[in-house]
């Protein structure tokens, strides 16, 4: 007995199997999530200054502010929060005074921004930014 399969139907069943498992090895793919990004700001100075973080997220269409603090004498500015790849972090530190300001921003607790001492005459301003990769 010999079982005989027309050549057409052949194909069509080689051909089915081929699209199937392109189609799940392609799905796979798509199953990866963005990793979200844990950000802390530190911030400090010799004098008071205030501190105006805005951020730009992948679905936002505008900047947004996040963090607005007028820091005093001897304190310190702290932020954390959570993002994803493409967002974007801009850090305005500003001083009526002459002031000396300290600075840092992590990513998942690794350094990516930071000026020790950076020096800032009355009424100036620095912007760090950090766009998440």
């Known amino acids: 007995m010999r079982i005989f399969i027309e050549p057409n139907k052949l194909m069509k069943k080689i051909a089915l199997?081929?699209?199937s498992i392109l189609a799940l090895s392609?799905?796979?793919k798509n199953d990866v999530q963005p990793q979200p990004h844990t950000i802390k700001i530190t911030a400090s100075g010799t004098d008071a200054f205030?501190?105006?973080l805005s951020t730009l997220k992948t679905t936002d269409t505008n900047p947004v502010t996040a963090d607005s603090k007028t820091v005093a004498k001897g304190s310190a500015y702290a932020y954390t929060g959570m993002f994803n790849e493409g967002d974007q972090l801009s850090l305005d530190l500003e001083?009526?005074?002459t002031?000396?300001?300290t600075y840092a921003i992590y990513d998942n607790d690794t350094i990516v921004a930071q000026a020790s001492g950076k020096e800032l005459t009355t009424h100036t301003m620095v912007t760090v930014g950090y766009d998440i990769p």
């Open 17 to 19: 199997v081929i699209i």
């Open 95 to 97: 001083s009526d005074v």
């Open 26 to 28: 392609c799905s796979k």
């Open 50 to 52: 205030s501190a105006v």
């Open 99 to 101: 002031n000396s300001i």
